[in-house]
T-cell receptor, first 114, second 113 residues
Framework: DTEVTQTPKHLVMGMTNKKSLKCEQH?????MYWYKQKAKKPPELMFV???????INESVPSRFSPECPNSSLLNLHLHALQPEDSALYLC?????????????FGPGTRLLVL | AQSVTQLGSHVSVSEGALVLLRCNYS??????LFWYVQYPNQGLQLLLK??????LVKGINGFEAEFKKSETSFHLTKPSAHMSDAAEYFC???????????FGTGTRLTVIP
């Protein structure tokens, strides 16, 4: 099973709302990632978790707050977003953060901020 | 610094024709190389990857790619296009010790019946 699941599939939120995106994998992977993908653009790395600890934050605004409660679960908490944050948010996981490891992607959450 | 260039943001081929999607990287050290496919409204699926060893890599759905160090290229090919191959294709690189998977800008493949 090489599946990464993400919920919800779609999310519409206002600029004052608080919402969370959820990502789950049961492959025993110890590295998990959040990417942001704008329309017709490649994915851009936001955060990397390794063994449930945040190892990379690519200068992401604090209105995005990641959380890794356990090795199978990754959340992205959203608060006071801006319309320009509308995008496809992709979660990925890999066995470790080792370079040759394949990252497996979920289907994404399409976020619209009004 | 590393970068990935995908020549041609949009490629059209006839059904049954050869598919060739180009990817060049710039890195002083040969990176690890990946091709991902993204179907509309979906996440990314790994087609194939090159780490070490044989430079011709076979992937899923009949795709293959050849790592050419002298040309710093990792072009993706498929002998005969199917309608189901229509999608966005991303080449990605990762340097040893780096956490980031760095993507090219993508190539949208259209297959004409």
């Amino acid at each position: 099973d090489t599946e990464v699941t993400q919920t919800p599939k779609h999310l519409v939120m206002g600029m004052t709302n608080k919402k969370s995106l959820k990502c789950e994998q049961h492959m025993g992977h110890r590295a998990m990632y959040w990417y942001k993908q704008k329309a017709k653009k490649p994915p851009e790395l936001m955060f990397v978790y390794s063994y449930e600890k945040l190892s990379i934050n690519e200068s992401v605004p604090s209105r995005f707050s990641p959380e890794c409660p356990n090795s199978s679960l990754l959340n992205l908490h959203l608060h006071a977003l801006q319309p320009e944050d509308s995008a496809l948010y992709l979660c990925a996981s890999s066995l470790t953060t080792g370079t040759p490891e394949t990252q497996y992607f979920g289907p994404g959450t399409r976020l619209l901020v009004l | 610094a590393q970068s990935v260039t995908q020549l041609g943001s949009h490629v059209s081929v006839s059904e049954g024709a050869l598919v060739l999607l180009r990817c060049n990287y710039s890195s002083s050290v040969p990176p690890y190389l990946f091709w991902y496919v993204q179907y509309p409204n979906q996440g990314l699926q790994l087609l194939l990857k090159y780490t070490t060893g044989a430079t011709l890599v076979k992937g899923i759905n009949g795709f293959e790619a050849e790592f050419k160090k002298s040309e710093t290229s990792f072009h993706l090919t498929k002998p005969s296009a199917h309608m189901s191959d229509a999608a966005e294709y991303f080449c990605a690189v990762r340097l040893t010790g780096a956490n980031n998977l760095f993507f090219g800008t993508g190539t949208r493949l259209t297959v004409i019946p």
